[in-house]
Every structure is written in C-alpha cells, then in structure tokens.
C-alpha cells in the first residue's frame, strides 16, 4: 500500500466542519478516498488547502490522490501532505486577503522532483531538504508526486525568539545534521504516532519540537543562542542527541554542545535545573543501550564485550562495573532473565511499538525513566 492510499478517518463530507471547529491535540486526516474521481482535485483545492492555490501539473487520466494530516497544539501545528504531481502558489493577494502568517518549517521526505520560488530566485528540493516558508509572503513550490512534512509556528512565537523582523528566514538552507536532525526526527516521530498518544501527549511532543525549532533558528539568524530563554527545547535536544548518539565512545558533553550550538555554561545550567548532569545522562542512554541490546532475542549471538562496545563502552570491565552498580544485576544475569521473561513472537511488535511511543513523550516533555 503507497502513501497516497492509507486509509482515513473522515470522509470528504465531514472536511470544512473539521477544520472549522479545531481542538487542541486533535487530528485531522483527510484524504481523497471516498470523493467521486472528479470532483476530488476541486475537493482538495477548495476545502482542505487553506493558504495555497493549487494546479495540476499532469492529467494521465488517473484520478487525483492525496491526503492530509493535520496535529493541532498552541501556536504550533505538524502536517504531512502527500499527493500525486501538483504545483500551488500563494500569491500577494491571498496574503493580505486571508491573514495567514504562519512561519512554516518543511521537510521533504520523498520525491523525485520539486522545486521552490520563496523570496530569492528558484531552488530544487530534494528528499530529505529542510526550508523555511513564511506565509505572509508569496511563495510558489512544483512538486511531482511526494510526502512532505511541516511544523507550522505561529509569527508571534517566532518574533517572540528572533524579533520583529523575519525577512531573512526564507533564505536560510538549514543543514540536514545537528540540532536541525532532531527537529526532523521529532516531527517525523509525531506523525507517525499520533493516532497512539493521547491529545495531551501530542501537546507536549509539539511543544518540545517547536522549542527545538525555535532553538535551531535563532542560532541560524544569531549566530548564538538564549540557552537561558530556550531552555526546555535545548534540554530535550540534548536527551534526544544523547540518546541517538551515545553508542560513540567519542561522545561527550562538549560534543552535545557543539552539536546544539548553544554556550557550554548554558547547558550546563538547563541540566542543573533538572538536577542532572550532561556526563550522567550519557551514562544513562549508554547503559540502557545496553540494557536493550541484552534483551533482544536478535542479539543473542554478540558477546558481553561486544554488547559494551556497541554501548558506547570501551573496557568491558568498566562497563559490567556500572551496570551493575545502576542495575542491580551484572549483564550475563540481565541476559539470562530477559531471555526467560521474553515476550512471544507475536507480542513483540506492539512491545516494541509502545517502547516507541513512550520515547517520543518521555523525551518531548523532559522527563527520563530511571
């Protein structure tokens, strides 16, 4: 089943009093399933696009696909869009007509040809690009057929970090590592576990990405960041980064640092404030690395060294001293109980997939399991 054909929750019908009465931590799918094939292009222009003007770039004779998802927080928002070959503009006088002055953060996720005319001159998009929309100037994107992604902010929040003027941002080409990674990642992570979190929690996985975000353009317009002012979305890039990265033995505090562009002293001092420290917290992610890898039926084969190693460990003695210091148990024992306790074949997947969802509230409103 492709991306155009999953199927949705609301029918065409049902479109224009949805998006009338939203609620925070709601979704919204919509989708073309369901609309006789030739009303559905005039469907999707007229009663799902809200800030662009779409054509189409071909007719092969084919029905017209696409669909929408929509995650609603405060002053944030997270959509995916997905459609057969279509072009769409936003031209100066639907800006001033309807107001609408989101700054859009967008990800290409997969297409073969796209491009962008957004303040200076054309630019290709290609999967996996990040660029900055801001709706409350004309901007004009050809796409064939593709899924992008979106975490839209409201102007007030964004002038609220960066100032009044935000001229610059559709120039900027944010790069696809560093913080900017984590943004893709957690944006990507919200949609594909919307329907499994509970509104609240969807609240709070928009929150910490758009502190994520808000994080990763003023360092982008600034040069330097307000560790101080950001200090949740730099606490929970951090967990995230450390989390993706602590199998480096390399890893340090300095190169979390370096990574989220903020001042050294400033990290230190979000940390403080959870009575954490940056060292600890790489620790912690390596050792319940660990703790994974040893309970993973795939994984049977490795030895205790290897499991260190893969950790982030480079001593095996070192390793077994500290997990059994934060476990209780040395790794062979956690080994062994994990294999007797094992879930059965056909329970793992949910397992791992509530695993996935914990994650994504665990790290998005900083809290950590100990």
């Not at 503009?89 to 002055?101: E, F, H, L, V």
């Not at 190169?255 to 600890?280: D, K, Q, T």
């Not at 294999?339 to 793992?348: G, I, K, T």
Request: proline fraction near 3%; charged fraction near 25%; aromatic fraction near 4%.
């Amino acid at each position: 089943m492709s991306h155009l054909d999953r199927p949705t929750i609301d029918l065409a019908s049902q479109a224009r009093s949805i998006c009338e009465r939203p609620s925070w931590g709601q979704i919204i799918d919509l989708s073309t399933e369901g609309v006789p094939a030739e009303e559905r292009f005039s469907f999707w222009r007229d009663s799902v696009l809200r800030r662009m003007e779409p054509t189409r770039t071909s007719d092969d004779g084919r029905p017209f696909r696409a669909r929408l998802r929509r995650v609603l927080g405060a002053g944030t928002e997270v959509v995916e869009h997905a459609s057969d070959s279509i072009a769409a503009i936003r031209t100066a006088s639907r800006c001033k007509q309807d107001g609408c002055d989101d700054i859009s953060i967008d990800l290409m996720v997969n297409c073969q040809r796209a491009s962008l005319e957004h303040g200076s001159g054309e630019r290709r998009i290609r999967a996996g690009d990040l660029w900055i929309v801001d709706y409350a100037r004309p901007v004009r994107v050809v796409r064939s057929r593709h899924r992008a992604a979106a975490l839209i902010l409201s102007r007030s929040r964004v002038e609220d970090v960066l100032g009044s003027d935000l001229t610059a941002l559709p120039a900027l080409r944010p790069s696809s590592s560093g913080i900017w990674a984590l943004v893709q990642s957690q944006v990507k992570m919200i949609l594909d576990e919307a329907h499994n979190l509970s509104g609240h929690q969807r609240i709070l996985a928009m929150s910490g990405a758009a502190d994520m975000a808000l994080a990763a353009l003023q360092s982008e317009c600034r040069g330097k960041v307000d560790g101080e002012r950001l200090a949740d979305g730099f606490h929970r890039a951090a967990h995230l980064f450390i989390e993706r990265e602590c199998s480096d033995p390399h890893l340090t505090p300095d190169s979390v640092v370096l990574s989220l562009g903020c001042s050294r002293a400033s990290l230190y001092r979000v940390f403080l404030r959870h009575g954490e420290s940056i060292s600890a917290a790489i620790w912690e992610a390596r050792l319940s690395r660990a703790l994974l890898l040893l309970g993973s039926s795939s994984n049977r084969h490795l030895s205790i060294a290897e499991i260190a190693f893969r950790s982030g460990f480079v001593e095996q003695t070192s390793f077994s001293r500290m997990f059994k210091r934060r476990f209780s148990v040395t790794p062979r024992d956690a080994r062994e109980h994990r294999a007797l306790h094992a879930p059965r074949e056909d329970h793992r997947s949910s397992s791992q997939g509530q695993a996935k969802i914990e994650n994504v509230v665990r790290t998005t409103s900083g809290l950590r399991q100990r």
